[in-house]
């Protein structure tokens, strides 16, 4: 796992040199989430091809996840389906929804 870093400039990304750790850099007003993150070869993952998308998956231990955040557009079955693996598991689920502004958004527990 590696921790991001949480900065007020933006990440910059040289193909020329390739990655040098950009995609650990996220913004400071992301601070509150204590992110790590996780980053694998595409070889070492399995590969899933769907509705003509491909995505790369890696598996990882159940006790490796402590929550999961749904965001706004996430479709209902779909949070049906993390309800369902999340609650059993232990694992904290949170939703988002628009704040009483209207105009930002917070994360509520399920």
Not at 18 to 37: A, F, I, L, M, T
Not at 44 to 73: N, Q, S
């Amino acid at each position: 796992p590696h921790e991001i870093i949480y900065s007020d400039d933006p990440p910059t990304y040289d193909p020329a040199v390739g990655s040098q750790g950009w995609w650990k850099v996220k913004s400071k007003d992301w601070k509150y989430e204590e992110e790590y993150r996780i980053v694998s070869q595409l070889n070492e993952c399995e590969k899933i091809t769907k509705d003509g998308k491909t995505i790369y998956l890696r598996h990882l231990p159940r006790d490796c996840v402590k929550a999961v955040f749904m965001g706004l557009k996430m479709e209902e079955a779909m949070k049906k389906r993390m309800r369902d693996v999340c609650r059993p598991a232990g694992i904290e689920l949170f939703e988002a929804a628009f704040a009483n502004s209207g105009a930002a958004y917070e994360f509520r527990k399920v």
